[in-house]
């Protein structure tokens, strides 16, 4: 029934990539988060569960379907949902790396319902996963990931969302002696990547949105890494409404136990561009090929999915563990 539910899961985020990726290099960000949005609403819409949205598109009169507080399925067991449905809408709009349609599920009560403000984040693999913390200086965990990875800082690879508000951060990781990669958008694929051998990343830090540190929690207690978050409120309004939502001290740190109270989560991704994690949505004359990732914390396992649609045929895929 577990293994279901997760392919279940893997199909409404397929077909957020499918519909997506229609719109990529369009450079129309808002049409192909719509396309995503409604092709993954209709995916919901044919699963026997009463989910709830605790992260999704933005409150009720900010989003018209998957807001904050809408459930979704045709009725069954009671969970929470995370979605992103499209992680990175410029990505898709330019034809850049990364971007991800993106989901996390488990038991009712076990998503923290993350307010749309700021989170200070620091992400890491297994390997590292006891030696960063997000109080931490850069330098301090720069070093601490090289230790335990028994690499020398030159070989460690930070990625770092590239905004202004980063500036200090990546003068002190540079200073440090780290390698940076810097991306435009999509920071739950940046802390989901150090816990994927291949990517050749290894350590997360910024701040970032703080709903995507929710996904990216839930991944990450899957794959057994670090994550670790502190609200960076933006305004009165935005810490009032975290004191409404959260169920943890909203000033202290929030770590995975806080974000994710359960060993009953799961994580899925399909790629709507090619990317390091996953390759992006490929249309050919009679179908198309999707590529996935699905992370399940109960079974510990991770698994890269290719399906192919056909067109006027049955989908097929194949799991590569």
């Known amino acids: 029934m577990r293994s279901t539910r997760i392919v279940e899961m893997l199909e409404v985020t397929e077909a957020a990539a499918l519909a997506a990726a229609r719109w990529m290099g369009k450079g129309d960000k808002h049409a192909a ?30 989003a018209p379907m998957l807001f904050i507080g809408e459930r979704v399925g045709c009725g069954g067991e009671r969970i929470d949902i995370a979605v992103d449905p499209l992680e990175g809408t410029n990505l898709t709009a330019y034809g850049q790396p990364n971007s991800l349609a993106v989901l996390a599920f488990g038991p009712e009560g076990s998503l923290l319902n993350a307010p749309d403000t700021y989170m200070n984040k620091v992400a890491t693999g297994p390997a590292a996963a006891d030696v960063v913390h997000v109080d931490a200086s850069p330098t301090e965990n720069v070093r601490n990931v090289a230790a335990a ?76 890494g670090c994550f670790m978050g502190r609200f960076a409120f933006r305004s009165d309004e935005d810490r009032a409404r975290a004191e409404q939502m959260a169920k943890c001290d909203i000033d202290g740190v929030l770590d995975m136990d806080c974000l994710v109270s359960s060993n009953e989560v799961a994580f899925v991704a399909s790629g709507v561009t090619d990317g390091e994690l996953l390759r992006g949505v490929k249309y050919f004359g009679q179908g198309a090929r999707t590529h996935s990732i699905a992370m399940d914390n109960r079974t510990g396992t991770v698994r890269f999915i290719e399906t192919v649609y056909r ?11």
């Open 33 to 62: 988060d719509t396309a995503a949005v409604e092709a993954m609403r209709k995916a919901f819409d044919n699963l026997d569960i009463d989910g709830q949205v605790v992260i999704g598109e933005g409150e009720r009169d900010e």
């Open 311 to 321: 067109t006027g045929t049955e989908k097929f895929w194949v799991r590569r563990d």
């Open 149 to 224: 990875l028994n690499r020398p800082v030159e070989d460690i690879l930070v990625c770092i969302l590239d905004r202004e508000r980063h500036t200090d951060l990546i003068r002190e990781v540079r200073e440090a002696g780290a390698r940076i990669r810097l991306i435009s958008d999509g920071d739950v694929f940046g802390a989901v990547a150090t816990a994927i051998e291949g990517t050749g990343i290894h350590l997360y830090l910024g701040i970032g949105a703080a709903p995507e540190g929710v996904l990216a929690a839930a991944a990450m207690r899957c794959i057994g």
